[in-house]
């Protein structure tokens, strides 16, 4: 069963030649026939250019090329574009959406020999942490299809679990790629700002978005991370710090790391008792590996989820002006004037909660209340920013639950925007900060369903945290579980 190797399983056998990069892409079509009827993954299939890109993974392989990813079917969330696919963003605006260029992240995936099997699905335009609201499909969680994997790149996480690819690359706003990663048991890493290039990223919020990997273990996370990360002269906001080696950095054990607990992530309300206490488990896990456990503090965490919902839906609103049925996108055929094909465009295309952030980001924005809401979260941003600063002169890691609960059933939060919102509470600081975080399981809830643990770092410390997930991971073995899924 081919679809069910690790990246790191499946490195080893190919270039053994035990199997063709043809093979195992067959192998990972045939699982995602099987199941994604089920799960619903994916909303576009790419059949014939993924089994074109083995063959010739398959040529670089018998050539001896060393690339490390040559012949490894990956997906890849359908918020990045892909030349002469189609790429939807999870809108009916995009619906019909070919981008005649590649985002840097797929120009490099490419050339380290990937096989793109396919676009994910997606809360529409990454708003949403259920996927819930893609204008599309419903995606399942593999460990229970009547729950929601997680969003907005529940796609791509829903994909990993359940062995329609062997990794996939996502994007996170607010928590995107580390809260589905934990409701479906997998791997998910959002890297530093500016780690990797947003060039053909679809924007939502600028000053927040960042690509991420997602994977079945450590090690695979941090092979993608390596190949994707790295200055692009293409995105000004890239940075131009070296990449380092992050496997060749994993080490042993965690002697004389120091890992700060936030205090006020105890008293966090709708927090599940199982997630607290997989969470205290895991640092007792982490202080036996040689970690010193010390309590710090966040004082600003409270507005964080406050700060974080004005300033994404003010950078969207105006990020999602460009969609107006004119250049390209969806465009009502029924529209009279200009004016109206603007206001029928933007209706039709865009779903409920698109278009209550581009409200409430109009509105923030807007002259009169700019000062006391844009502004206001700006300087909110500034004091996490600080907290963060401050309580890294004390630990080296942060260590923290990904989601107040487990994966929760579909139709919970759908009607209740705020409640939704709230999802986000452990992750969003992190994006508002620009720090890493990375998300690895670190236990099953009563009810089977995978906890994940988060561990963040200072900026372009991402070896760091690879260092102690894998450590930690080393140690358990909630990433070898598998979802019930036949
Ligand atoms: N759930 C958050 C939101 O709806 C984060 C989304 C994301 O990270 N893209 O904005």
Redesign the pocket.
């Known amino acids: 069963m081919p679809h069910r190797l690790t990246i790191h399983q499946a490195q080893g056998l190919l270039r053994e030649k035990k199997i063709s990069a043809v093979e195992l892409t067959q192998a990972v079509l045939d699982r995602i026939r099987k199941v994604d009827e089920r799960v619903g993954a994916y909303i576009t299939l790419c059949e014939a250019s993924a089994l074109e890109q083995a063959r010739k993974a398959d040529r670089r392989i018998a050539s001896g090329d060393p690339s490390p990813l040559a012949g490894i079917p990956v997906a890849v969330k359908d918020i990045l574009c892909t030349r002469g696919i189609r790429t939807t963003c999870g809108s009916r605006i995009l619906e019909n959406f070919i981008p005649p260029y590649d985002a840097t992240v797929i120009q490099r995936l490419e050339a380290a020999g990937v096989v793109i099997v396919g676009k994910t699905n997606m809360d529409e335009f990454?708003?949403?942490?259920s996927n819930e609201y893609s204008a599309f499909k419903l995606t399942r969680n593999p460990w229970d299809l009547s729950r929601i994997p997680g969003?907005?790149s529940g796609g791509s996480a829903a994909a990993v679990a359940a062995d329609m690819c062997l990794g996939a690359i996502g994007?996170?706003?607010?928590?995107?790629v580390r809260q589905p990663a934990s409701h479906c048991g997998v791997v998910g890493m959002k890297p530093t700002y500016g780690r990797v290039s947003r060039f053909g990223l679809v924007a939502?919020a600028s000053s927040l978005d960042q690509v991420g990997p997602l994977a079945k273990c450590v090690y695979d996370n941090a092979l993608l991370m390596k190949v994707i990360a790295g200055h692009d002269p293409k995105d000004s906001t890239s940075a131009p710090e070296p990449v380092p080696d992050y496997i060749q950095a994993f080490g042993k054990g965690l002697d004389g790391v120091t890992v700060g607990v936030p205090v006020e992530y105890r008293s966090m309300v709708g927090m599940d008792p199982e997630v607290s206490e997989a969470v205290s488990t895991a640092m007792e896990t982490m202080e036996r590996m040689g970690a010193r456990c010390v309590e710090v503090s966040l004082p600003h965490t409270p507005y964080a989820v406050a700060a974080y919902y004005v300033i994404?839906p003010s950078e969207a609103s105006s990020n999602l002006a460009r969609y107006d049925g004119v250049k390209y996108g969806f465009r009502d055929p029924e529209a009279g004037d200009l004016a109206g094909m603007y206001r029928r465009t933007r209706s039709k295309g865009f779903g409920p909660e698109v278009q209550r952030r581009i409200i409430i980001g109009t509105y923030c924005l807007s002259a009169g209340y700019y000062d006391a809401y844009y502004r206001k979260a700006s300087q909110v941003r500034s004091l996490i920013v600080r907290d963060f600063k401050e309580a890294f002169e004390s630990c080296r890691l942060l260590l923290s639950p990904v989601a107040p609960t487990p994966a929760f059933p579909i139709g919970e939060k759908v009607e209740d925007p705020l409640t939704m919102y709230l999802?986000?509470v452990f992750t969003l600081s992190a994006n508002l900060a620009g720090i890493p975080g990375i998300s690895v399981p670190c236990g099953f809830s009563g009810q089977g369903l995978p906890i994940g643990l988060q561990i963040m770092g200072n900026h372009f410390d991402e070896a760091m945290l690879y260092r102690a997930a894998h450590q930690f991971e080393q140690a358990t073995d909630y990433h070898l579980k598998k979802p019930p899924l036949q």
């Not at 990454?126 to 942490?129: C, D, F, K, P, W």
């Not at 994007?171 to 995107?176: A, C, I, L, Q, R």
């Open positions: 990454a708003m949403g942490s969003g907005s994007s996170d706003t607010g928590g995107s939502f994404a999802s986000d």
